[in-house]
């Protein structure tokens, strides 16, 4: 009888070990697939960071006392075409900014969003 219990738990092992070998081989190549859709995430991610920061060097400076609307929306972020109609009454209204903080007299217009076009804008005097 102990024949036959050896070879039974002989053949339970041998069972064992191909399972596990198995299921290793499909941890590895679930991990091996993942991997280069980690790696395509990280290169979109550079490959973005890498376009904002060619669009942000490609931008225009503005001169926000002569500049209309449109062209104030288009170059400085944060500002769309409502806020850059506000820019041009506020100018209108009250004269020429003398600096770039006089912005933030305009209703909307932060110091976050100031300090994020700040290398854009450009003050001219008349």
Partial sequence: MNGINSGNTLSQIRRACRKLVLF????????LLAAPAAFAVNVQQDSQQQTQAENDGNRQKVDINSADAAT???ALDGIGAA???EIVEHREKNGDFKSIDQLAEVNGIGKATIERNRSRILIREK
Wanted: proline residues 0%; positive net charge; hydrophobic residues 55%.
């Fill in 83 to 85: 806020k850059a109609r």
């Fill in 24 to 31: 290793k081989t499909l941890l590895l190549s679930l991990s």
């Fill in 72 to 74: 104030l929306a288009l």
